[in-house]
T-cell receptor, first 113, second 113 residues
């Protein structure tokens, strides 16, 4: 079993603050994905990182894949109330008969106006 | 809209009963995954099918079973239901590429009373 630990589990911050969420594993993955889930909906993909050391930026969100492809971080700058949700990382192992996705434990973010 | 359709959206049933959850994957996706999400928790992987064949099993109880049909839709059968089975059940689909994301449906909320 490949486990991904996310920290923190819960985060409540004021609008405008910065935050970082961590996703750690002892396993190496082909790629790593971050999803955001809003109440009553399914998770939606934010980004896929593939190369060790890769950094991807999506507006105020910065994603980094560790050099050894075992861990990742998500940094949000100047958080907004619309960032509220459950953030999930997922390690991906590719295969000819479909990928294996290993989800992290989740980080529940609340941004207070 | 993810392109993944799950029915029904809500299901209320009594302990000991049996229910069937249905999922139609995104057009062209051969892999179907089932996940269980309890309140404020991450996603627990149940089972994966690829092109009609079982590909991987997670923490799926013996009371639960699933199948993927030739038209690629999938059904998750839950029997001898217990109060603890109350949860959101998500179906997701994907193509077999290591960079491809999971596309989630909006889930079926099961309440066992």
């Amino acid at each position: 079993t490949q486990l991904l630990e996310q920290s923190p589990q819960f985060l409540s911050i004021q609008e405008g603050e910065n935050l970082t969420v961590y996703c750690n594993s002892s396993s190496v993955f082909s790629s790593l994905q971050w999803y955001r889930q809003e109440p009553g909906e399914g998770p939606v993909l934010l980004v896929t990182v593939v190369t060790g050391g890769e950094v991807k930026k999506l507006k105020r969100l910065t994603f980094q894949f560790g050099d050894a492809r075992k861990d990742s971080s998500l940094h949000i700058t100047a958080a907004q109330t619309g960032d509220t949700g459950l953030y999930l990382c997922a390690g991906v192992d590719g295969g000819s008969a479909g990928n294996q996705f290993y989800f992290g434990t989740g980080t529940s973010l609340t941004v207070i106006p | 809209d993810s392109g993944v359709t799950q029915t029904p959206k809500h299901l209320i049933t009594a302990t000991g009963q049996r229910v069937t959850l249905r999922c139609s994957p995104r057009s062209g996706d051969l892999s179907v995954y089932w996940y269980q999400q309890s309140l404020d928790q991450g996603l627990q992987f149940l089972i994966q099918y690829y092109n009609g064949e079982e590909r991987a099993k997670g923490n799926i109880l013996e009371r639960f079973s699933a199948q993927q049909f030739p038209d690629l839709h999938s059904e998750l059968n839950l029997s001898s239901l217990e109060l603890g089975d109350s949860a959101l059940y998500f179906c997701a689909s994907s193509v077999a590429s290591s960079r491809s994301p999971l596309h989630f449906g909006n889930g079926t909320r099961l309440t066992v009373t």
